[in-house]
């Protein structure tokens, strides 16, 4: 099969759902690293008119749009599942995809994990605390939200690991290292719990920002001659 290709900047939870993906299916990839000064520049946008990340290429096909990526490899690389068969369960797969997208990306990720995280080590901001303070109620809605949802399962949709965790765990994991996570998760250690048993996953740990900052640094270096 075709090698796959991810363009992306380091560290995306995003770029790091579909790399985790890759990786519970045992697939060859390589990392198109991507700067900050890349972004929304002319190679960008010829991968991605909106200027987002991750890109896959797989031969001669490209997709943007993580949602679509992971459901794509899962479709191409049928084994192991990663959606359920079940029209109930994959609904809520389905449900709880968008609930990252919509929600915990918007009112979590982007306003907490950019002033604790993205801003201060790629682009040496200083957290905007307002910005955070506003950002925590709702914040906290989707963390509630998760909770709920997850309930007393191993996994968020039941017994079996799904795509919804694949794109979920990246983003819990960045907001775990913020100081807001003790209060996002006070009253949900099932979320807690939930996070460590993603995070001792082999692709969890395989594509760790440390671990796909490095794979970047390799694509990078010149090739002997």
């Known amino acids: ?12 939870p995003f770029a790091r759902a579909a790399l985790a993906t890759l990786e519970e299916k045992g697939a060859r990839y390589r990392l198109v690293p991507m700067t900050p000064q890349d ?10 008119p909106f200027g987002r990340v991750p890109i896959l290429e797989h031969g001669d096909f490209r997709v943007y749009e993580t949602q679509a990526i992971l459901r794509y490899l899962d479709r191409v690389l049928p ?23 919509w929600y915990l990306f ?5 306003p ?16 905007d605390e307002a910005v955070i303070a506003a950002a925590m109620p ?6 509630d939200e998760l909770a709920r949802l997850l309930s007393a399962n191993p996994f968020m949709t039941g017994d079996a690991l799904t795509l919804a965790d694949l794109i979920i765990a990246p983003h819990l994991d960045m907001l775990s290292g913020t100081p807001e996570w003790a ?4 009253a949900h250690p099932n979320l807690i ?6 995070n001792a996953r082999p692709s969890m740990q395989a594509t760790t920002p440390q671990r796909v900052m490095a794979m970047a640094q390799a694509t990078a270096l010149p090739k002997a001659s």
């Open 1 to 12: 099969m075709k090698e796959f290709i991810v363009h992306t900047i380091p560290g995306s």
């Open 138 to 143: 709702k914040a906290q809605l989707a963390f």
């Open 183 to 186: 209060t996002l998760t006070r």
């Open 193 to 198: 719990t939930w996070l460590e048993r993603m």
């Open 112 to 127: 907490i994990g950019f002033q604790r995280v993205v801003g201060p080590l790629l682009l040496g901001l200083t957290p």
């Open 39 to 48: 972004m929304r520049g002319p190679r960008h946008l010829a991968l991605h």
């Open 106 to 110: 918007r009112d979590a990720s982007a």
């Open 79 to 101: 084994r192991p599942a990663l959606t359920p068969a079940d029209p109930q369960f994959a609904a809520r797969m389905d449900q709880l995809m968008n609930v990252n997208d």
